[in-house]
């Protein structure tokens, strides 16, 4: 009874913060005339303001991790009715390339500027890793295959939670003074910000058009996950003890598959316009629910707990990922 419970009441309250979110972005759109900070982004300051006024809560846990991942996955997969990869492949094949590049640039920049700031190699693979391909989804896959320690792996990670918020609510300002499109702002984001429910709070409140370019471009780097996670493996000395093999699902995530899935049969037409419509609401309604689980679950506090060297690696490395995506986005002339 216990096991089944536990979900609930962190469930619940991040459905109290993604309803708050909602209204208020309502209440801000009736008074003038437009949403001045959209709910997905309302959910997730929300969600951070609440955990860091309580604190760490064990019993909310379970139901913060079932919001901000199984919720959002099926959203993500849901995401899929709304695409229309005809659309989204006539941005040519320079835009594949320009995510394989990128990828494997920002890799070798993160490494350098840690390394440079005296991070050890690790803690430096783990920040470049999570800053190149999807934040704490990419550290929790590369750091065992490293052999990363504890230390290392909890201040990526709790620097990479924060700062993505910020990669969230300071991007859209960038769009403007860069000249960008929507299409190339939906390249911007899904190059630049870190996780998954992250990028799709940074793109869609900007336009349909970035947010679905931004999840094709967000979910095929995500599926260079596995390539980096199986070269680190392979190139980690034999010395010392075994290395864990990397588990299918680190490499492939379900989601994506179900994302590229619905996306291939909405893009043939299968599915009813209605049946479409539905599942474009029942994604939007899980994503909120997502970007509030998202929100609880980091502790505005951690900065004060991880080492300025690291605080400074993770913040040039996300300015870096920005000037690396604009010159790809006018060098490969993705319009």
């Keep these: 009874m216990g096991r089944w419970w536990a979900p609930f009441p962190g469930l619940f309250l991040a459905i109290g913060v993604a309803v708050v979110a909602r209204r208020l972005g309502g209440v801000a759109a009736q008074q003038f005339g437009h949403a001045l900070v959209d709910p997905l982004v309302l959910a997730i300051l929300l969600g951070a303001a609440v955990r860091t006024a309580i604190g760490n809560r064990p019993i909310l846990d379970p139901g913060v991790d079932f919001s901000a991942k199984t919720l959002l996955e099926i959203a993500i997969v849901l995401l899929g009715a709304s695409v229309d990869l005809g659309a989204l492949v006539a941005a040519g094949p320079q835009l594949f390339l320009a995510i394989a590049l990128f990828v494997g640039l920002a890799l070798l920049v993160g490494f350098a500027v840690a390394r440079a700031l005296g991070l050890p190699a690790p803690l430096a693979i783990l920040l470049a890793a999570g800053n190149a391909i999807c934040g704490n989804s990419a550290i929790a896959a590369v750091?065992?295959?490293?052999?990363?320690?504890?230390?290392?792996?909890?201040?990526?990670?709790?620097?990479?939670?924060?700062?993505?918020v910020v990669a969230v609510v300071g991007l859209p300002f960038l769009m403007a003074p860069l000249g960008?499109?929507?299409t190339q702002y939906g390249v911007l984001a899904g190059l630049t910000v870190y996780a998954v429910p992250q990028v799709l709070a940074a793109a869609f409140p900007v336009s349909a058009v970035a947010g679905e370019m931004a999840t094709l471009v967000k979910l095929t780097r995500v599926l260079l996950l596995g390539p980096v996670v199986l070269g680190f493996a392979l190139a980690r000395p034999r010395r010392g003890p075994a290395r864990p093999r990397p588990a299918l699902g680190q490499l492939v995530?379900?989601?994506?598959?179900?994302?590229?899935?619905?996306?291939?049969?909405?893009?043939n037409e299968v599915l009813p316009g209605a049946q479409v419509y539905q599942m474009q609401l029942m994604a939007q309604t899980l994503t909120i629910l997502a970007m509030a689980g998202l929100g609880l679950s980091v502790d505005l506090r951690a900065l004060r707990r991880i080492g300025a060297r690291v605080a400074l690696s993770a913040g040039l490395g996300l300015l870096a990922l920005v000037g690396l995506a604009v010159a790809l986005i006018h060098l490969l002339g993705i319009a």
Aim: aromatic fraction near 10%; glycine fraction near 8%; proline fraction near 5%.
């Design 143 to 164: 750091a065992p295959v490293i052999g990363a320690e504890r230390e290392h792996t909890a201040a990526a990670i709790a620097f990479t939670a924060v700062l993505g």
């Design 180 to 182: 960008l499109t929507h």
């Design 253 to 267: 995530p379900w989601f994506i598959v179900g994302f590229l899935v619905l996306a291939v049969v909405r893009s």
